[in-house]
Nanobody, 115 residues
Framework: QVQLVESGGGLVQPGGSLRLSCAAS????????MGWHRQAPGKGREWVAT???????SYADSVKGRFTISRDNAKNTLYLQMNSLKPEDTAVYYC?????????WGRGTQVTVSS
């Protein structure tokens, strides 16, 4: 059974930092890429960042320069380091794994940026 479990969300003040983690298990396919999406209340899901199988990264303009995506292949864990957080970063953050067969998504972790 495929499981993606996000953790590290919470409440943080503007300008603060959080590190999200995503532990992946049960995926029998090779992984093409892993990434993060987010969904704010009343909004559609927004792509945030991706790291490919060869380690290249890409970011949405809204988070570029503030967020860093990384992975630990040995632990099968994805990370999102979020710095200089803004209220508009408030959302549920979802971890995703893209395999040749299909994409998988976690249930999300809430990030709230508020003073």
């Amino acid at each position: 059974q495929v499981q993606l479990v996000e953790s590290g969300g919470g409440l943080v003040q503007p300008g603060g930092s959080l590190r999200l983690s995503c532990a992946a298990s049960g995926i029998g396919d090779s992984i093409n890429a892993m990434g993060w999406h987010r969904q704010a209340p009343g909004k559609g899901r927004e792509w945030v960042a991706t790291i490919t199988s060869i380690g290249s990264t890409s970011y949405a303009d809204s988070v570029k320069g503030r967020f860093t995506i990384s992975r630990d292949n040995a632990k099968n864990t994805l990370y999102l380091q979020m710095n200089s957080l803004k209220p508009e970063d408030t959302a549920v953050y979802y971890c995703g794994v893209m395999s040749p067969a299909r994409d998988y998504w976690g249930r999300g972790t809430q990030v709230t940026v508020s003073s």
